[in-house]
């Protein structure tokens, strides 16, 4: 009996030796990039980290340059956190508050760097959605309608949309286009909340452009699916 288990021992040894022989080359590499990959993702995930205390405590010196309204820390700051952390939050976060607060100082130069570089090397498209109307509105300014419009032609999130719409009828009126102005407000006026202040205001330019706003959704209820029937 001893024997036959001895046998039987030998023959699962044997098939084991046979399997390893075959499979175990492969089965050492995958479990080296799995553990790798396992790493790798650990690391990661500390650099990312380390990455984003550090741009916090840069960003806290960022807003106390604006609260205080030292321009030239302000901008040293920015550019540091622009530099090191552009891909973080952070980074969004301190270039609109820096080009606000230029805006305010009269550095327009400044706050359009600021935004550009925001709607170049964002992480996140609700931050350059929000550097790009900015932007616009700085470009409206100064009759730079052509960079205006530009800067709002990239494709932005739904949310964004209506007020893209918006501004974008805003530099139209300034060049004079009524036309395709009035069209870009009813584009917005149809994507905006009812009640909401944003279509209040631009039911007051689509007044002033001759279009009752009540008659847009009038037509509006009627292309309902509901009504159509």
């Known amino acids: 009996m001893a024997k036959h288990f001895d046998l039987e021992e030998q023959e699962q040894l044997d098939q084991l030796k046979h399997f390893w022989a075959r499979y175990g ?11 790798g990959a396992f790493a790798a993702w650990n690391g990661y995930q500390f650099w ?22 030292d ?20 980074a969004s976060q301190a270039a ?8 305010e100082k009269q550095k327009t130069d400044g706050a359009r760097a600021a935004l550009s570089w925001l709607i170049d090397n964002g992480a996140d498209d609700g931050y350059k959605a929000v550097a790009r109307l900015r ?25 964004f949309q209506p007020l893209v719409a918006d501004r974008r009828g805003d530099v139209l009126l300034s060049q004079g286009k009524r036309d395709e102005a009035r069209a870009e407000f009813q584009r917005a006026h149809s994507q905006l909340e009812p009640g909401s202040d944003l279509r209040h205001l631009v039911e007051i330019k689509l007044n002033a452009l001759g279009v009752d706003p009540a008659t847009l959704a009038g037509k509006a209820q009627a292309s309902t699916p509901e009504n159509a029937k």
Request: glycine residues 4%; without cysteine; proline residues 2%.
């Open 135 to 159: 932007l616009a509105a700085l470009l409206l300014d100064t009759k730079a309608y052509d960079d205006a419009l530009k800067a709002l032609s990239a494709t932005v999130p739904p949310a």
């Open 71 to 90: 321009v030239a820390l302000l901008e040293r700051a920015g550019a540091d956190i622009r530099d090191k952390y552009r891909r973080t939050t952070y």
């Open 96 to 103: 609109l508050l820096e080009a606000r607060v230029l805006e």
């Open 48 to 69: 990312e980290r380390r990455q984003s205390g550090q741009a916090s405590a840069l960003y806290d010196e960022v807003e106390r340059a604006a609260q205080s309204g």
């Open 25 to 35: 080359l492969a089965i050492t590499w995958l479990l080296i990039l799995v553990l």
